[in-house]
């Protein structure tokens, strides 16, 4: 074992083309890999949702139609964020006040932020995994360590690959919902058809649009989706979608790629569900100031812009303006 390992360690060092065959063929490998944990988590929470377990475990799918219409809280905003998220709990400062004063000026609404868009069982990187160990090094490193946290946006783009892949797709997208209609019941019994407006950055776009289908399958809700420089397909969730807003920064890239990538995006395919939802103005974009993707600069960076205005401000503001909330108030 000991001589294999120095083998290796000796060719290795033959070039930095070797080492970067290794880190490819570790990522193909890891892709291939990444619907198993999908298919484990529909092999045992799947069955229970299609009734073929004598005792399921309760799953809160179905609207509380005890709540009262009259009730001053009647819509929910759920929040999912970016790839370089490690669990559904660690919003960075700029995304809480964000979502803070969203609720401050939307008293109707409740907010949903403890969903992590990159697991289908809601499950943390840090949880009870295989790899949690690598994954806690590499949100925890410092220095020049920090660039460790790589992976972590790499194994969640794999997840991202997974929402919007028509194989594996329906199975982790149903997994999202599920744990959205939880963590919405958990901050308040759901009422009756409810409102619901999934907000996302980045690859929580798609994992928003793609559990659109099942929140309206399941809750017969009013869904709008707001996307802050979304990367996402032109498939799922627009069937379904009263809305969809896509604000994007003009400094921002990143968004240009779903556009290019997926061919369901290309004007030219014309019956996609993206480009029908388009053509009946169901979808609208707009740019919503010099945002860049991310950092200090992003949708929720903290910078002043040249006006003297946050980047997240700037970005409420642009929210604040879109004519879903009419209804709310």
Same mark, same amino acid.
């Given at each position: ?11 290795? *060092? ?10 490819? $063929? ?67 400062? &700029? ?8 609720? /401050? ?5 409740? /907010? ?7 697991? /289908? ?23 020049? $360590? ?7 946006? @790499?194994?969640?783009?794999? *997840?991202?690959? @997974?929402?919007?892949? +028509?194989?594996?797709?329906?199975? =982790? ?15 308040? %019994?759901?009422?009756?058809? %409810? ?7 980045? &690859? ?23 996307? $802050? #420089? &979304? ?13 969809? =807003?896509?604000?994007? #920064? ?6 240009? @790629? &779903?556009? @290019?990538?997926? %061919?369901? *995006? ?6 996609? %569900? ?8 169901? =979808? ?16 929720? #960076? ?8 946050? =980047?997240?401000? $700037? ?7 879109? +004519? ?6």
């Amino acid at each position: 074992m000991w001589r294999l390992l120095v083998k290796l360690i000796f060719w290795l *060092r033959g070039g930095s083309l070797k080492l970067l065959t290794i880190a490819l $063929l570790i990522l193909l490998v890891w892709g291939t890999l990444s619907p198993v944990g999908t298919l484990i988590w529909w092999a045992d929470e799947g069955v229970q949702l299609l009734g073929l377990k004598t005792n399921p475990k309760v799953m809160p799918i179905s609207p509380n139609t005890s709540i009262s219409k009259s009730s001053q809280l009647n819509c929910y905003i759920v929040f999912l964020p970016g790839v370089g998220d490690f669990s559904a709990n660690q919003l960075t400062s &700029g995304e809480e006040l964000f979502l803070d004063s969203l609720i /401050a000026a939307h008293p109707s609404c409740i /907010a949903v932020s403890d969903v992590f868009p990159y697991s /289908a069982a809601n499950e943390s990187l840090g949880g009870k995994r295989v790899l949690a160990p690598l994954w806690n090094f590499a949100d925890r490193a410092q220095g020049w $360590l920090a660039i460790s946290n790589v992976v972590i946006k @790499i194994r969640n783009l794999w *997840r991202f690959a @997974i929402s919007a892949d +028509p194989r594996y797709g329906p199975i =982790y997208n149903q997994g999202i919902a599920t744990a959205i209609i939880e963590r919405m019941n958990a901050q308040q %019994p759901i009422p009756e058809k %409810p409102q619901i407006i999934l907000l996302g950055t980045s &690859g929580g776009v798609q994992v928003a649009l793609g559990a659109a289908d099942y929140l309206k399958r399941n809750l017969e809700a009013d869904i709008a989706v707001v996307s $802050l #420089g &979304g990367v996402f397909a032109g498939t799922n969730g627009f069937k379904v979608s009263d809305r969809v =807003y896509h604000l994007h #920064g003009e400094f921002d890239w990143v968004e240009n @790629i &779903g556009a @290019i990538v997926f %061919p369901s *995006r290309w004007r030219w395919s014309v019956a996609s %569900p993206f480009n029908q939802a388009r053509l009946q103005n169901r =979808y609208t974009v707009a740019s919503s100031g010099a945002h860049a993707h991310d950092g200090a600069e992003g949708y929720f #960076g903290e910078n002043l812009n040249n006006k003297g205005v946050t =980047y997240v401000d $700037l970005t409420l503001q642009q929210v604040n303006q879109l +004519p879903i909330w009419s209804a709310k108030k």
